[in-house]
């Protein structure tokens, strides 16, 4: 039997800066993945992180 959908969701944040900017060091976007509670947290997802591209700590964003 299936469960019903849970009050936490798997999320993906990516870093901004990367996927702005195209004159970077190496290619790819830095990509984390977290769980946020959907009742208390209803707005996207913003926290910073370190990007192993821009080798710095930078904004990452809620994309899906």
Do not use: D, W
Not at 41 to 54: D, S, V
């Amino acid at each position: 039997m299936a469960k019903n959908k849970g009050v936490r969701l798997t999320i993906t944040l990516e870093c901004t800066e990367c996927r702005s900017n195209t004159a970077k060091r190496s290619a790819g976007v830095s990509r984390y993945t977290t769980q946020k509670n959907r009742r208390n947290t209803t707005e996207r997802l913003e926290i910073r992180k370190f990007c192993p591209h821009c080798n710095r700590h930078t904004l990452h964003k809620e994309i899906k």
